[in-house]
C-alpha cells in the first residue's frame, strides 16, 4: 500500500495511475463477491474502495468495529479488510466477536502500528493474512482472491453439510441405528446380533439408509458421516 497517509495509503494507485493486474485466476474475482472494508480513516476507505471495485467486485465500508457489528451481510462469498485500531472496540475485539456470534468470514488484517504480538494472535484466531502499512496494492489484491476463494470452499462445504443433515433427518430411528454401525463397517449379520433382529431385515433397513441417504457404495456413506462429524447419527 504505497503512498503517503492523505492519499488513503494507496498513493500509486490514485496518484500515478499504474494499471493493476488482476489475481489469478480473474474467474474467482466474480461481481457477486462482496468486500467489507474496517478502517477508521475515511481517505483509507475512500481508496481502497476504488482499487477494489476496479475488480468488478462489491464494496461496503464501515468506520468502526461496531457498525460492522450492525450490519446484516447478505449471504454471499466475502472477506473482511480490517484495520487493528478502531475507535472503540479494535480490530482484534471485532474479530473474537465474529467468531462469538458465528458469523465468520475471512479476514486481512491492515495496520500502520502492527507488532508481532498482534499479528501472531490475529493468525492464531484465524486471520487468513496480516499486511502493515504501508503495503503494496496487489499484495492487498491477492489476499482478498485468496480469502474469497477460502470463503467459496467454505460456503460449498455448509452447504454440503446441510445437504448431509436434511437426508439423514429422514431417516427413522431404526435406521439412525444401522447406519451408525454400517459406517462403522459391522457386517448384516454382526449389526441384526447386536439390534436382536434378523439379517434379512437388516438388509432392507441398509437399502432404505442408502437410497435415503443418495450413497452409492459404503464408502461414499462414511465420507457423508465424516462431514456431519462423529454423533451425526445418534443426533
Excluded at 68 to 83: A, G, N
Excluded at 140 to 161: C, F, H, K, N, V
Excluded at 227 to 232: E, N, Q, T
Amino acid at each position: 500500500m504505497s503512498g503517503t497517509r492523505d492519499t488513503g495509503q494507496l498513493g500509486a494507485w490514485e496518484a500515478g495511475g499504474r494499471t493493476l493486474r488482476p489475481a489469478e485466476p480473474v474467474l474467482h474475482m466474480t461481481p457477486e463477491a462482496a468486500v467489507y472494508v474496517v478502517d477508521d480513516d475515511e481517505s483509507v476507505r475512500r481508496a481502497l474502495t476504488r482499487l477494489i471495485r476496479s475488480l468488478g467486485l462489491h464494496v461496503e465500508t464501515f468506520a468502526s468495529a461496531q457498525a460492522f457489528l450492525e450490519y446484516e451481510p447478505p449471504d454471499r462469498p466475502s472477506c473482511l479488510v480490517l484495520d487493528v485500531r478502531l475507535p472503540g472496540s479494535s480490530g482484534l475485539e471485532l474479530q473474537a466477536s465474529l467468531g462469538r456470534v458465528q458469523r465468520t468470514m475471512p479476514i486481512i488484517f491492515i495496520t500502520g502500528h502492527g507488532t508481532v504480538p498482534t499479528s501472531v494472535r490475529a493468525m492464531k484466531e484465524g486471520a487468513l493474512d496480516f499486511l502493515q502499512k504501508p503495503f503494496e496494492d496487489q499484495e492487498l489484491l491477492d489476499g482478498i482472491q485468496r480469502a474469497l476463494t477460502r470463503s467459496r470452499e467454505a460456503r460449498a462445504e455448509s452447504d454440503e453439510r446441510a445437504e448431509f443433515q436434511r437426508r439423514l433427518d429422514t431417516l427413522t430411528p431404526r435406521e439412525r441405528e444401522v447406519l451408525h454401525l454400517v459406517a462403522a463397517g459391522r457386517l448384516n449379520k454382526q449389526i441384526a446380533a447386536e439390534l436382536g433382529t434378523t439379517e434379512r431385515t437388516i438388509k432392507v433397513h441398509r437399502g432404505r439408509v442408502m437410497r435415503k441417504m443418495g450413497a452409492e457404495s459404503v464408502a461414499e456413506l462414511v465420507r457423508m458421516m465424516l462431514r456431519l462429524g462423529p454423533d451425526a447419527a445418534s443426533r
